[in-house]
């Protein structure tokens, strides 16, 4: 990959800057945070035709948009995302051609204004869109980019009034770190209801599914719920705190005591119920 790849999914922090990801640490929960993925593929009806065009907005580090060339294994795939890092290893382990003829790469992008330059016949994203407060805005645009039959889907966490994201924005408006941090852990009044995004989609003339579930995972290990959000929902107030050690150890204490008595150990793993939001939109043929 070039080293002037820009950054692609822009979760902004409130002075502008964009979240600095790590990789190795989204991806330390990578079966659980992939097998929303999987039941959103599974109800993905076939595509208009072949080899598939597909996009993928906000891959990440690639290893969800490679479970795309299973389905379609002689498909042309782009994974586009903001964030260098998560760029640099997705390119690095999935980018190239594909066992069946196909091929899979990776752009930068920012989802805020992504437009589809070419005719798609799937228009896929995980995970991703809950960065980008404008993202109902785009439909009509990435609709229009689908060929005639394609499909329009996308799963997005639905979990931003749970104890780990209302802890995170209450202490992050709490008078020891509201200067440097208020705001930053409630960022998500726009995610939308399953039944606000099934009108928008019939608005557009779609033939459209849309559910939600909630996974109750069992994690392991030390901490494993703040361990979960350091990969996401941490990310931008670790990116605010920057270089300041203390200041970071400090206001990782205090989530961490938090989350303990929000989500107790088991004695088989700690319980972290999740729930996430599905839409598929099938452009009419």
Known sequence: MHSDIAPAVRPHSLDGSAPVWDPQQYLRHAGHRTRPFLDLLNRIPELPTGPARIADLG?????????????????????FDLSPQMLQRATDEHAGPTPGGGRLDFRHADLADWMPEETYDLIVSNAALQWVPSHPGSFAAWINGLRPGGTFAFQIPGNFTAPSHRLLAELCDTPR???????????????????EYLARFTELGC?????????????????????????????????ALGDD??????????????????????PRGTVFPFRRIFAVAHKEA
């Open 59 to 79: 891959c990440g580090p690639g290893n969800v948009t490679a479970l795309l060339t299973e389905r379609w294994p002689d498909a042309r795939i782009t994974g």
């Open 245 to 266: 050690r203390e200041a970071v150890d400090r206001f990782l204490a205090e989530y961490r005591e938090a989350l303990r008595a929000a989500y107790p150990p088991g």
């Open 177 to 195: 770190w509201r200067d440097r941090l208020a705001g930053h852990g409630a960022r998500y009044i726009h995610i939308l209801e399953p039944a």
């Open 207 to 239: 033939a459209v599914d849309v559910w939600e579930t909630t996974y109750s995972q069992l994690l392991q290990g030390a901490d494993p719920v703040l361990d979960w959000v350091k990969g996401t929902a941490l990310r931008p107030v670790l990116t």
